[in-house]
Structures are given as structure tokens and as C-alpha cells.
């Protein structure tokens, strides 16, 4: 079976669906031919997901990741695939919260349903023994990752793109051995490991625990971005080249705006 049928017409619940990977999560499944559900806290934010207006081809419910509000939404939508792909700047305890609860939630209405949660290189992944033993979790541990619709500035790698699409000093990386990957590459993993968990007998006993291999480092992405070379052919070249061009766009468009306003 390959991806696109084991996606059409699957029913997937899509939590933090307007982040950065969110956003390319929904679009990878849009793309398979999932039918696609997510919820949305702040329907204001700056994110693709809402310039490019995804929320025209998914089911959206609003609301915060509260218990009672998952419970409803896995009634509601009856997904066979859930992603929490929830994070709350500065508050990573919020996100193994939320993820507890989602597990609990699982356990209580749709235990055969599949559960993908990303988890940083930088923070352990969260234990969730007792649920996971009765469940078909799977934790994706990821690199840092980079693309077009990340608005977060705190990034070193978006601040690269964004020194770069504005012809400013570029910033060097701070270690120049951190792992990275495009944020499609990460988008993928997290679909297969979800193939992976719902074609498995039985759940397993702590969960499934998957580390996708980075597709570059910041040294080698920096090297990528100051050189010609570096936006060549090749599948992280072209990574490279839609990203400073998804950066360009973004600033060219703020110019645009901004003198418009000028002129009125």
C-alpha cells in the first residue's frame, strides 16, 4: 500500500494544526487525501496555515487542549490518527500536559486510535508508561528544523533565512553541529510513524520511539545559504532555495504594505 491510499479518506485530528510543523502536517495530509480535522486557539495568528487558507479544506473546531475539549473532538471526528503537535513557547511542561491528557482521553474513548507526538533533540520524551502499554503511541524525536512559514524569530536558522532574504550580515551558528532537517522531511516522518503504529498487531509496551536521521547541520546549512553553490539541485539545495524565496516573498509583501499605507 503506498501513502496517498493509506491516507484517502482517513480521518485525522490535527492539534497545534496552525503551527509551523502543523501547518505542513495538514498540508502533507491535504496532499495524500486525508480528511482532516483540527483545533484552533487563535484563529489571529501569523501562520501560513492562514495565508495560504487551509482552514478552507479542514474541519476546524476552536477551543484550548483541555481535557473536555479532546474528549469532544475525538467524539465529534472519530479520528484513527491523532497528531499533538500542541507547544507553548516557554512552557514545555504545558506540552506533556496536554499530551498526558490527550492519552487519556484516547484510552477512555478510542483506544485503537494512533497517537504521533513530535519530541525535540533537546528534551526527554515524555513517559506515558501506563497509557502507552494500553495504546499505539508513537514519539518522532526531531531535529531542529527550517522552512518556508516559520515566524518564530528566535531561531537561529530563521533569523539565517531572514538576514539573508534582507541582504543583512548573516549570523554564524552558535554549533555548527546541529542536526537540521526541512520541515517536510519531519512532516513525512511523522506520517509514517503513524502507518507504522496503526499496522502494529498490538500496542507496544512504552510506545514507539522513532529518530528520523537530520538532513543536514547548521554549519552546512550556513555554508548552503552564503554560496551559489549551496542553492544547487540537489533535495536540501532546493530546501534552501524555496525557503530564502519564502522569505523574500514575506518581505517584499511587508514593503508593499508599508508603503501603501505611505501613500494613503
Not at 503537535?85 to 483506544?111: C, F, M, W, Y
Not at 497517537?115 to 501506563?130: C, L
Not at 545559504?225 to 542553492?231: F, M
Request: hydrophobic share 40%; with cysteine; proline share 6%.
Amino acid at each position: 500500500m503506498n501513502q496517498s491510499s493509506f491516507w484517502h479518506d482517513r480521518r485525522v485530528l490535527v492539534l497545534g494544526c496552525t503551527g509551523f510543523l502543523g501547518t505542513w502536517v495538514v498540508r502533507t495530509l491535504l496532499e495524500h487525501g486525508a480528511t482532516v480535522s483540527g483545533l484552533v486557539r487563535n484563529p489571529h495568528r501569523r501562520s501560513e496555515f492562514f495565508q495560504t487558507r487551509l482552514f478552507d479544506k479542514i474541519d476546524i473546531a476552536r477551543g484550548s487542549a483541555i481535557p473536555e475539549r479532546l474528549r469532544s473532538l475525538l467524539a465529534v471526528h472519530q479520528p484513527s490518527v491523532v497528531f499533538q503537535l500542541v507547544t507553548v513557547p516557554g512552557e514545555a511542561h504545558r506540552k506533556t500536559i496536554i499530551t498526558a491528557d490527550l492519552l487519556n482521553a484516547v484510552a477512555e474513548q478510542s483506544p485503537d486510535t494512533a497517537v504521533v507526538a513530535p519530541v525535540s533533540a533537546t528534551e526527554r520524551d515524555p513517559v506515558f508508561q501506563n497509557r502507552a502499554q494500553q495504546l499505539r503511541v508513537g514519539f518522532v524525536k526531531l531535529p531542529s528544523l527550517f522552512g518556508d512559514g516559520d515566524f518564530v524569530e528566535s531561531r537561529w536558522q530563521a533569523r539565517l533565512f531572514r538576514a539573508a532574504a534582507q541582504r543583512r550580515s548573516l549570523p554564524q551558528p552558535t554549533d555548527g553541529e546541529a542536526k537540521l532537517s526541512h520541515v517536510a522531511e519531519a512532516a513525512k516522518s511523522l506520517l509514517g510513524a503513524a502507518e507504522l503504529l496503526s499496522s502494529l498487531p498490538e500496542a507496544m509496551p512504552q510506545g514507539l520511539r522513532l529518530e528520523p536521521p537530520a538532513t543536514t547541520t547548521a554549519r552546512q546549512l550556513f555554508e548552503r545559504v552564503t554560496t551559489p553553490l549551496g542553492l544547487a539541485g540537489d533535495r536540501v539545495g532546493g530546501a534552501v532555495r524555496d525557503t530564502l524565496s519564502w522569505y523574500e516573498r514575506q518581505f517584499a509583501a511587508r514593503d508593499t504594505d508599508v508603503s501603501a499605507v505611505r501613500a494613503a
